[in-house]
């Protein structure tokens, strides 16, 4: 079974720029969240989709946005982008997402903003 | 609410002794916790995860943790460590939210393993 997948894997920015962040789950799995990890913040919660639908938002601005599509692959946007969106951005899906399922992490995208 | 507090962002032993990492843990509710491993550009693996069974659980490449309730407590441990156990390891706290259970992370704790 293949794991989580992310793409890209690295991407560079500039200030002012948006991008979009690609994650595709493991077959079978309808529940995906992404987290941003940095030195300073640690990993922290910025959504989570199940079924095409948000089901969860951590404390980040409008500039975060994400989305579900049918076969459950996920993207995540971030506009206008500021020094601070460096980071990893790390995708994890599980089957529904319950209490006691193990959530499979991907390799992460890094992003840097110049 | 629900946090995760893990004791010392750096723990250095030798190959062979005891590793000790430590997480304690608030929440409103029975929790679920886990303990991930993170190897550099990688992302997270689950090593273990309580789940309200038994207090002692044991994971992957022979790492166990005990959870206990008086102490708020869920402390890693493996009694041998190997240098292929350097890496950054994360205790996490789960409990219900619109739904689903999103956990909250510590801040993670850098295992350095001297030869």
């Known amino acids: 079974k293949a794991g989580v997948t992310q793409t890209p894997r690295y991407l560079i920015k500039t200030r002012g720029q948006q991008v979009t962040l690609s994650c595709s789950p493991i077959s079978g799995h309808r529940s995906v969240s992404w987290y941003q990890q940095t030195p300073g913040q640690g990993l922290q919660f910025l959504f989570e989709?199940?079924?095409?639908?948000?089901?969860n938002k951590g404390n980040f601005p409008g500039r975060f946005s994400g989305r579900q599509f049918s076969n459950s692959r996920s993207e995540m946007n971030v506009s206008t982008l500021e020094l601070g969106d460096s980071a990893l951005y790390l995708c994890?899906?599980?089957?529904?997402?319950?209490?006691?399922?193990?959530?499979?992490f991907g390799p992460g995208t890094r992003l840097l903003v110049l | 609410a629900q946090s995760v507090t893990q004791l010392g962002s750096h723990v250095s032993v030798s190959e062979g002794a005891l590793v000790l990492l430590r997480c304690n843990y608030s929440?409103?509710?029975?929790?679920?916790l886990f303990w991930y491993v993170q190897y550099p550009n990688q992302g997270l693996q689950l090593l273990l995860k309580?789940?309200?069974?038994?207090?002692l659980v044991k994971g992957i490449n022979g790492f166990e943790a005990e959870f206990k309730k008086s102490e708020t407590s869920f402390h890693l441990t493996k009694p041998s460590a190997h240098m292929r156990d350097a890496a950054e390891y994360f205790c996490a706290v789960s409990s219900p939210s619109g739904g689903s259970y999103i956990p909250t992370f510590g801040r993670g704790t850098s295992l350095i393993v001297h030869p």
């Open positions: 994890a899906s599980s089957f529904s997402g319950g209490a006691q399922e193990t959530q499979y």
């Open positions: 989709y199940f079924s095409e639908t948000q089901r």
């Open positions: 309580y789940t309200s069974a038994a207090t």
């Open positions: 929440s409103s509710v029975p929790p679920y």
